[in-house]
């Protein structure tokens, strides 16, 4: 029986990383970058407030308090986005709102609630949009030096790389590159995936159900998971369990990879391993629970991947084997281990590597999401749970207290 590593490694070694293209920024989102992104700016590009208050020279207020406050001359008002403002006068503030440009000589910021504008000498209203310039206002708070101040280019530097080669583009790093002035980036092109769930027991949800056939979630499972996963995916019409049928919608797809559901263990109708064993396509035991059958190879060029019918061994089998798969084609880096310490325990079976789906608690620890475990059929049991619990082949018993690898079960 193959070890999940060496099957793993194995379908990496079948696909290619896919070429880059280019696009916009507004088309990246879920992407992962093929080239780094840098920054084409100084970020902030200048000096500028954290606060709505006061640009003043600090030595100038180092005395202010609340029971001798400091009464400065306003000498100009900075709303944000106006152009640089002239210096700051000696003895005097500038009033300034939240972004805006810093003057020269100025080395603090006094925020508005630090002052009497803000305490009731002409209410709210005198830190309004009406200009303020040759009034005065009272300081109440000493500020530190450099309070509040955001200082040229201390986010990144025009040149800096905000974006690493293999970052997967989320709503957090556009806004980084937005903020940097990136306006198109190179990435990589998204892996085209084929999926097919056979079985002549499968039913279309919403269909009325005759004895003996189930509605069909492998498809909606595997063409869910690939598409969160940044791949354009095409769903290939069932096949039923007729071989020759099989190979003919097989060779339509128009694919990267080709992920299959169903037909691969060893009973007298597993069509997948009938129609494909001696066409490139190696089937064997995999030391995993569930999702112990797989089938691996190319098919007329393109990388297959036959994975078992139950719908568990559908989602962990495409977690374990296919993801790594689709990170190898776009340049993605495997995420880095992640552990919980479990809060009951359950059964492993011996020689073979287990994947539980668990529920995930407000302190970290874990338990199975039902009282089935991993049982490879339990569809339902999916929706309950947050990630997969990880149990090495060696262990045949978790007991609680022990640490279990943790993989999430979203992309």
Same mark, same amino acid.
């Given at each position: 029986?193959?070890?999940?590593?060496?099957?793993?490694?194995?379908?990496?070694?079948?696909?290619?990383?896919?070429?880059?293209?280019?696009?916009? !920024? %507004?088309?990246?989102? &879920?992407?992962?970058? #093929?080239?780094?992104?840098? *920054?084409? /700016?100084?970020? @902030? =590009?200048? $000096?500028?407030?954290?606060?709505?208050?006061?640009?003043?020279?600090?030595?100038?207020?180092?005395?202010?308090?609340?029971?001798?406050?400091?009464?400065?001359?306003?000498?100009?008002?900075?709303?944000?986005?106006?152009?640089?403002?002239?210096?700051?006068?000696?003895?005097?503030?500038?009033?300034?709102?939240?972004?805006?440009?810093?003057?020269?000589?100025?080395?603090?910021?006094?925020?508005?609630?630090?002052?009497?504008?803000?305490?009731?000498?002409?209410? !709210? %209203?005198?830190?309004? &949009?009406?200009?303020? #310039?040759?009034?005065?206002? *009272?300081? /109440?708070?000493? @500020? =530190?030096? $450099?309070?509040?101040?955001?200082?040229?280019?201390?986010?990144?530097?025009?040149?800096?790389?905000?974006?690493?080669?293999?970052?997967?583009?989320?709503?957090?790093?556009?806004?980084?590159?937005?903020?940097?002035?990136?306006?198109?980036?190179?990435?990589?092109?998204?892996?085209?995936?084929?999926?097919?769930?056979?079985?002549?027991?499968?039913?279309?949800?919403?269909?009325?159900?005759?004895?003996?056939?189930?509605?069909?979630?492998?498809?909606?499972?595997?063409?869910?998971?690939?598409?969160?996963?940044?791949?354009?995916?095409?769903?290939?019409?069932?096949?039923?369990?007729? =071989?020759?049928?099989?190979?003919?919608?097989?060779?339509?797809?128009?694919?990267?990879?080709?992920?299959?559901?169903?037909?691969?263990?060893?009973?007298?109708?597993?069509?997948?391993?009938?129609?494909?064993?001696?066409?490139?396509?190696?089937?064997?035991?995999?030391?995993?629970?569930?999702?112990?059958?797989?089938?691996?190879?190319?098919?007329?060029?393109?990388?297959?991947?036959?994975?078992?019918?139950?719908?568990?061994?559908?989602?962990?089998?495409?977690?374990?084997?296919?993801?790594?798969?689709?990170?190898?084609?776009?340049?993605?880096?495997?995420?880095?281990?992640?552990?919980?310490?479990?809060?009951?325990?359950?059964?492993?079976?011996?020689?073979?590597?287990?994947?539980?789906?668990?529920?995930?608690?407000?302190?970290?620890?874990?338990?199975?999401?039902?009282?089935?475990?991993?049982?490879?059929?339990?569809?339902?049991?999916?929706?309950?749970?947050?990630?997969?619990?990880?149990?090495?082949?060696?262990?045949?018993?978790?007991?609680?207290?022990?640490?279990?690898?943790?993989?999430?079960?979203?992309?």
């Amino acid at each position: 029986m193959r070890s999940v590593a060496d099957h793993v490694a194995v379908a990496t070694a079948l696909v290619s990383a896919l070429p880059a293209e280019d696009v916009s !920024l %507004s088309d990246a989102l &879920g992407r992962v970058l #093929a080239s780094p992104a840098t *920054s084409r /700016t100084d970020n @902030p =590009p200048f $000096d500028n407030s954290a606060m709505d208050g006061y640009a003043v020279r600090r030595d100038e207020v180092a005395s202010a308090s609340e029971s001798a406050p400091v009464a400065m001359t306003i000498s100009a008002d900075i709303p944000a986005g106006s152009g640089m403002p002239e210096p700051l006068a000696p003895g005097t503030v500038a009033r300034i709102m939240t972004g805006a440009p810093v003057p020269e000589g100025a080395d603090s910021i006094v925020p508005v609630e630090h002052t009497d504008s803000f305490a009731g000498v002409g209410g !709210l %209203s005198a830190h309004t &949009g009406v200009n303020v #310039a040759g009034t005065s206002v *009272s300081i /109440t708070v000493a @500020p =530190p030096l $450099d309070a509040h101040m955001r200082r040229r280019g201390e986010d990144v530097s025009a040149g800096d790389e905000v974006l690493a080669v293999g970052t997967r583009l989320g709503p957090w790093q556009m806004a980084a590159a937005a903020s940097a002035g990136v306006a198109r980036m190179s990435v990589a092109r998204r892996p085209r995936v084929a999926v097919l769930a056979t079985g002549d027991e499968l039913t279309d949800p919403g269909q009325p159900l005759s004895h003996g056939s189930i509605y069909d979630s492998n498809g909606t499972l595997m063409a869910t998971l690939a598409s969160a996963a940044g791949a354009v995916v095409t769903v290939l019409p069932r096949a039923g369990d007729d =071989p020759a049928a099989l190979v003919g919608v097989l060779a339509t797809a128009s694919a990267d990879l080709i992920v299959t559901s169903g037909g691969v263990s060893v009973g007298a109708y597993d069509v997948v391993k009938a129609a494909l064993a001696g066409r490139g396509v190696d089937f064997a035991p995999v030391a995993m629970q569930p999702g112990k059958p797989q089938g691996l190879g190319v098919l007329d060029g393109t990388p297959i991947v036959c994975l078992p019918g139950n719908p568990v061994s559908v989602a962990v089998s495409f977690a374990v084997i296919v993801a790594p798969m689709l990170r190898a084609m776009v340049g993605e880096p495997e995420p880095e281990a992640a552990y919980a310490v479990a809060a009951t325990g359950w059964r492993s079976p011996p020689g073979r590597q287990q994947y539980v789906p668990v529920r995930i608690h407000s302190n970290g620890t874990v338990e199975p999401a039902t009282t089935g475990g991993s049982r490879s059929h339990l569809a339902a049991s999916l929706a309950l749970g947050q990630a997969f619990a990880v149990v090495p082949a060696k262990t045949d018993e978790v007991f609680a207290g022990d640490t279990v690898g943790l993989m999430r079960s979203t992309w």
